[in-house]
């Protein structure tokens, strides 16, 4: 296994491209990627596309037609709402097994006008939501959180303090879909969509794209003096569990994926500088501070109380804005995550940057199932 | 790179199951090569499904369900009709990175009671037909043979014999969707699809799936003293060419991975001893010929005149009946015309075996782009 850097990442802004295609929106992502990394469509050896709605399309192919068709491998891979982060770790394998140099990858979504938190989901495609059932994703994830609360005291107003975070944090990201401050009492008071989570501790849906560009140590060195090392690429699935109804799958998922990515990486929650996880919901990402061991069981409302997670804080979580507020275009969201780390471990990050950052991960789950974790580091 | 063994195969027979989903086909084909390789799922370590209809519905972790839920790395590829063969390259590029020593590749397809060739498709995802325009993949692969005939002088009679041999070949495959033989005359005079080929020149629709186990050499050796090597594994997507619509990509595509994939394996046509191709119409398969070096541009007619592609021949082409008798299940397709060559090689293919086979060639285009080719040796 060789080395893997990342060369280059782009990103559109989410949001609503009604004018524009799949192949459109990967497209733009992908030459922002390459202009970033400072390479041509022809240095690139292969292509691998995330996008779930239009998994079948042929969207990679589409890509290649408008961005230059060089003959390359390319190929789609859909992974429920990790699509993106399957699409930039089959691209990291194709580096590390010594087979390519340059690899790129592209996690891209167009949702539309599909409602809210996916209901009514009419995307062309055979949707998730109609796998999974039609709204499960807010119960899932309400139904976590009040176990949660049950379980350890954790109130409401912590799980809403997540969301006045990251839509504070968002507003210093242009590629935020929303960019809007909020305050405590008003995500307490917004309209219940499904216990605990108010409208502002949802995640919208929209449109977007993302892309980066990975490279061996032999071709990092030659294109740049600060390359971004990719310390490990995690993919894990649901292993079998006794499960309840109230503690799914997320959890477990989580655990186990970010177990493997500390051994792997060599690295420690402690040793990470910033963190951009699957906050889908505000609950979500009080979970995932003590899956991902950045406290222990029962302190997530602690955490959160103190500020640690806030920029500023030991531990920043979600400095895009996260899920919540930049967006969450299912396909795309893996690989924006993995450019939100890039551009903080380069120092690039303008009013959200985590000063000195020289790790980070990128943490996201698919439910269905599926959780991958990228640690990066500078 | 390390190198890469075919352990274990599976594959239902091809045809109508209605009362079967995706994941339960898929896990029929996975626990056949399971068994046929001697390993338990806990043997896995890497799982890719190739499913192209409903390639966003999560089939992989489905698949897992049934067989078995360890947590392992488990993704969903499409890429048109090369999606299971895209899929069985990701699971080599696995074990050939040395991150994994057992992979799993599946492909499956459910195309039920879609009208054949296509029309009229209603699977529930985005369908190719849809994006590439209903009739198409007749209308390109009936002007492709048109086209040849003005170039070459082939004849009609000359694609209908493709249709002779290979439903010829497929009596003697137990998992070919269909078994009879037909005669020249039939074949002729069969209903015109899109001339020159008629019904008995065009591949059938149905449901199937094919699974594949891949090691490396150390555990292929703990396993078994007869493993199949997987001697280059390629997949091209279409060049920028000047097209005109009698003459579509199938040719550029074929041909560029045809020399990628000789010179990768360090072999030449000479050296194969039989080869599965991509006979999704008869027309298709003597361009082929051509496109894969098994005989000169313009040959192809006096090839299959000779009889030099029928078992007995000096290189049989599509013993399994191929896609005209076998059916074309899209995504399982890819992984289906491996495991013909896999059992070639082993001596397994009773009345159809090619004897001594110790290279086979398994070759499938996905319109769109995509073309992949395994050459497998004993």
Same mark, same amino acid.
């Given at each position: =296994?060789r080395?893997?850097y990342v060369?280059g990442?782009?990103m559109?802004k989410?949001?609503?491209?009604?004018?524009? *295609?799949?192949?459109?929106?990967?497209?733009?992502?992908?030459v922002?990627?390459?202009?970033?990394?400072?390479?041509?469509i022809? *240095?690139?050896e292969?292509?691998?596309?995330?996008?779930?709605f239009?998994a079948?399309?042929m969207n990679?192919?589409?890509? @290649?037609q408008?961005i230059?068709?060089?003959?390359?491998?390319?190929?789609?891979?859909?992974?429920?709402?990790?699509?993106g982060?399957?699409?930039?770790?089959?691209a990291?394998i194709g580096?590390?097994?010594? =087979?390519?140099?340059?690899?790129?990858?592209v996690g &891209?979504?167009q949702?539309?006008?599909m /409602?809210?938190l996916?209901? $009514?989901?009419?995307?062309g495609g055979?949707?998730?939501?109609?796998?999974l059932?039609?709204?499960? =994703?807010?119960?899932?994830f309400?139904?976590a959180?009040v176990?949660h609360?049950?379980?350890?005291?954790t109130?409401?107003?912590q799980?809403?303090k997540?969301a #006045?975070?990251?839509?504070?944090?968002?507003v210093?990201?242009?590629?935020s879909?929303?960019?809007?401050?909020?305050?405590?009492?008003?995500?307490?008071?917004?309209?219940?969509?499904?216990?605990?989570? %108010?409208?502002y =501790?949802?995640?919208?849906?929209?449109?977007?794209?993302?892309?980066?560009?990975?490279?061996?140590?032999?071709?990092?060195?030659?294109?740049? %003096?600060k390359?971004i090392?990719?310390?490990?690429s995690? @993919?894990?699935s649901d292993?079998?569990?006794?499960? *309840?109804?109230?503690?799914? *799958?997320?959890?477990?998922?989580?655990?186990?994926a970010?177990?493997?990515?500390?051994?792997?990486a060599?690295l420690?929650?402690?040793?990470l500088?910033?963190?951009?996880?699957?906050?889908?919901?505000? %609950?979500?990402? @009080?979970l995932?501070?003590?899956?991902?061991g !950045?406290?222990?069981?029962?302190?997530?409302?602690?955490?959160?109380?103190?500020?640690?997670?806030t920029?500023?804080?030991d531990?920043? #979580?979600?400095?895009s $804005?996260?899920?919540?507020s930049k967006?969450?275009?299912?396909?795309?969201?893996? &690989?924006?995550n993995?450019?939100?780390?890039?551009?903080?471990?380069?120092?690039?990050?303008?009013?959200?940057?985590?000063? /000195?950052?020289?790790?980070?991960m990128?943490?996201?789950?698919? !439910?269905?199932s599926?959780?991958?974790?990228h640690?990066? %580091?500078?």
């Amino acid at each position: =296994m060789r080395e893997v850097y990342v060369l280059g990442v782009g990103m559109i802004k989410f949001g609503r491209y009604p004018d524009k *295609d799949v192949p459109q929106l990967g497209a733009d992502a992908a030459v922002l990627a390459l202009k970033d990394a400072g390479m041509s469509i022809k *240095d690139v050896e292969m292509f691998v596309c995330g996008n779930l709605f239009q998994a079948n399309a042929m969207n990679a192919q589409r890509i @290649l037609q408008q961005i230059g068709q060089t003959g390359i491998p390319a190929l789609n891979v859909a992974n429920a709402c990790a699509t993106g982060s399957t699409a930039f770790r089959e691209a990291y394998i194709g580096v590390a097994s010594g =087979m390519y140099d340059v690899t790129l990858a592209v996690g &891209v979504e167009q949702m539309g006008k599909m /409602g809210l938190l996916g209901g $009514g989901a009419r995307s062309g495609g055979e949707s998730v939501e109609g796998v999974l059932g039609s709204g499960l =994703m807010p119960a899932i994830f309400g139904q976590a959180g009040v176990e949660h609360m049950r379980k350890y005291g954790t109130t409401a107003e912590q799980f809403a303090k997540v969301a #006045v975070k990251n839509h504070k944090h968002s507003v210093h990201n242009p590629l935020s879909q929303y960019r809007v401050e909020v305050d405590l009492n008003a995500v307490v008071k917004g309209r219940m969509v499904a216990y605990p989570n %108010t409208l502002y =501790m949802c995640c919208p849906t929209g449109d977007g794209a993302a892309a980066a560009i990975l490279v061996s140590a032999e071709k990092a060195k030659q294109f740049t %003096t600060k390359p971004i090392k990719v310390a490990c690429s995690i @993919l894990t699935s649901d292993p079998y569990t006794e499960r *309840d109804l109230t503690m799914p *799958d997320v959890n477990t998922l989580t655990k186990n994926a970010a177990k493997q990515a500390y051994e792997k990486a060599g690295l420690g929650p402690k040793d990470l500088d910033l963190v951009e996880l699957h906050d889908c919901f505000a %609950t979500a990402e @009080l979970l995932h501070y003590e899956n991902l061991g !950045l406290c222990g069981e029962g302190e997530a409302g602690r955490m959160i109380d103190e500020g640690r997670t806030t920029i500023g804080g030991d531990i920043p #979580v979600n400095a895009s $804005g996260g899920l919540l507020s930049k967006g969450h275009p299912l396909g795309a969201t893996g &690989v924006a995550n993995i450019y939100e780390v890039v551009t903080h471990l380069r120092g690039q990050a303008g009013g959200r940057q985590v000063e /000195g950052a020289k790790a980070g991960m990128a943490h996201v789950i698919g !439910l269905g199932s599926a959780c991958t974790i990228h640690i990066l %580091t500078a």
